[in-house]
């Protein structure tokens, strides 16, 4: 993807810098370095309603459903939440499949809970599921 419109971090609140700092991490990926934006208590609820616990869940998880999958971030929405500080960031995932076709326009919502400078939740979806479905000639 060539448009990439990456929000610049000095445009953005604080909490919103953490959440792309991290997406920026862990799309490396670097589950490690990612790790560094949250908290040790984090949840991570991802598609699918799959529960990790350190950012090396979803990577092993992306690493199965994709040959490699990248964030074109699009735009962050930061309000007050009975959790925290509540962080949405919305765009399109580009990449592969493993069979080597390449998608992009694939839409994401991810939303973030932070609290004293840490993630403590993250919640996520996007289409994948829906674009595997059509691949395969299924309308549901």
């Known amino acids: 993807m060539t448009d990439t419109m990456i929000p610049d971090a000095d445009s953005l609140p604080e909490e919103a810098r953490i959440v792309r700092d991290y997406l920026e991490a862990s799309m490396v990926p670097d589950p490690e370095r990612a790790a560094t934006y949250m908290a040790k208590n984090v949840t991570i609820t991802f598609t699918g309603g799959r529960v990790y616990h350190h950012p090396s869940g979803p990577a092993g ?76 000639g299924i309308e549901a």
């Not at 999958?69 to 949405?88: H, L, N, P, S, W």
């Not at 996520?124 to 059509?134: C, F, H, Y």
């Open 61 to 136: 998880f992306n690493a199965m459903r994709y040959k490699w999958v990248k964030k074109d971030m699009r735009q962050f929405d930061v309000a007050q939440g009975a959790e925290g500080t509540v962080v949405y960031s919305t765009g399109y995932l580009y990449g592969e499949w493993h069979d080597g076709t390449a998608f992009e326009g694939n839409r994401y919502v991810d939303r973030f809970v932070v609290e004293g400078g840490k993630i403590v939740k993250m919640d996520v979806w996007n289409d994948s599921a829906e674009r595997i479905l059509t691949a395969r």
